[in-house]
């Protein structure tokens, strides 16, 4: 009975006893990519893009951190139509804040031959280079590109050349040759450069008929055969030297690519591109002060830290020789909208078709991606989310971590098109009257 007594007092009491509250759910914390997202519409604007003419408070930024900056980079995703338009726009209105010199993605060499023709002729004077033998060099075959080259040009007067050429060549080796073979220069030199020219003669006939990437000349030659050029002919002055080196190195950075030793190309290939930019600059600044320069690259070329090839290259050394001439640079990464198509080149008809992008420079910018404006062109403001919370972290995305803390700003083109290709017959539209 006690016992009854005892579990029945117990149970009466339980009953009594208030409920325990419910424990309550926390809420997780955002993650990395959330709290980057949210940061990056924080730091974004908008530009718009009608009638040939940009604008926007995007566009507004652009300008007043292109004035005050020694450099200003454009790395991009080649073959977005709207991307050389920017840059373009972009000179024409940096020019009168002392942009003087545009660096493009072809040597030096052929970068003076643009330059020449540009000046004496405008379009209709590069649509003729074009239609010589290695006339066109690598990407400036689209259309806009093309008149990037044009407009750039027109905006800069008097006959010193504007365009700054840093990189190997890979379509152009005839015309080096060619330059070459007006030079004079002895017996031996000649019958040297004749066995390269009849090389690379044959070459781009096996690239006809086959269509294969080893039959264009900069893939397949024998550097040896440049070699013997410079060996027959010691007398040589500086510009035969220079093309000569050109000419070498594309043949040697190509090899290694072929031969699948890819860092050691694109190392190779980094080292000259430095190299070329500092003559260019040492012999600007020799000769006054210090001009302001544009420059349009491959993205990897102008990524501030290692390179996505794992290189130091252009991006690396512009901070660096601003901030010894007592300025700054600003770097700008330009990628394409969400599933856009971009000019992807065919190597076998040396043409540009539409194709999803060939690099992948948005592959892994998911979180930024996510910020764009559902209208317009987008321009996040990278600089501010790399104090973001968690940002560095061993199992961050390496990719997401490179652009944010290698670019300056980054730049969603919502709605891009790929370029279309260079017509022999086209003629230069007049640049847009676009208020500045």
């Not at 309550?24 to 009638?51: F, G, I, K, Y």
């Not at 076998?348 to 998911?366: E, F, M």
Request: proline fraction near 7%.
């Amino acid at each position: 009975m006690a016992a009854t007594w005892a579990m029945r007092l117990a149970l009466i009491l339980a009953l009594a006893a208030p409920l325990a509250p419910a424990v309550a759910q926390e809420t997780p914390p955002p993650t990395l990519d959330q709290l980057l997202t949210t940061a990056a519409a924080v730091h974004r604007s908008v530009m718009t893009l009608s009638n040939g003419c940009f604008s926007g408070p995007a566009y507004d930024r652009l300008i007043a951190e292109g004035r005050a900056a020694q450099f200003f980079l454009l790395g991009e995703e080649h073959g977005i139509a709207e991307g050389p338009k920017l840059a373009a726009a972009l000179f024409r209105a940096l020019q009168p804040a002392g942009y003087q010199h545009f660096v493009i993605e072809v040597s030096p060499q052929m970068a003076t031959l643009l330059d020449a023709r540009l000046h004496k002729g405008g379009l209709a004077g590069l649509s003729a280079l074009y239609a010589e033998p290695g006339g066109e060099p690598a990407f400036f075959g689209m259309r806009e590109e093309a008149h990037m080259l044009a407009d750039v040009r027109g905006a800069v007067p008097g006959a010193r050349p504007v365009l700054w050429g840093v990189d190997y060549e890979v379509l152009g080796d005839r015309q080096l040759i060619k330059a070459l073979a007006a030079m004079p220069k002895p017996a031996a030199a000649r019958a040297a450069l004749a066995a390269l020219a009849a090389a690379s003669d044959a070459a781009w006939a096996r690239h006809r008929r086959s269509g294969e990437i080893s039959g264009i000349f900069s893939f397949g030659g024998d550097p040896q055969l440049v070699r013997a050029v410079r060996e027959a002919w010691p007398g040589r002055d500086a510009q035969a030297s220079a093309i000569l080196k050109t000419l070498e190195e594309t043949l040697e950075i190509n090899a290694l690519f072929l031969a699948r030793q890819g860092w050691q190309s694109n190392a190779r290939r980094a080292e000259l591109i430095r190299g070329n930019f500092i003559q260019h600059w040492q012999a600007a600044t020799g000769r006054g002060p210090a001009p302001k320069v544009m420059a349009k690259m491959g993205a990897s070329h102008l990524l501030r830290g290692r390179s996505t090839t794992e290189v130091f290259d252009l991006g690396t050394l512009l901070p660096e020789v601003a901030a010894l001439n007592g300025g700054h640079s600003f770097s700008l990464l330009v990628v394409p909208g969400e599933g856009a198509l971009t000019a992807v080149s065919d190597p076998a008809t040396l043409t540009y078709n539409s194709a999803p992008a060939k690099d992948g420079y948005a592959r892994d910018l998911g979180p930024l991606m996510a910020a764009a404006a559902s209208s317009g062109f987008t321009l996040i403001d990278l600089r501010p989310l790399r104090a973001t919370r968690g940002l560095g972290r061993p199992t961050t995305n390496p990719g997401l971590l490179r652009t944010i803390m290698g670019y300056d700003m980054m730049l969603i083109l919502t709605g891009s098109t790929p370029s279309a290709q260079f017509s022999a017959n086209a003629q230069s539209p007049p640049a847009p009257a676009c208020p500045r």
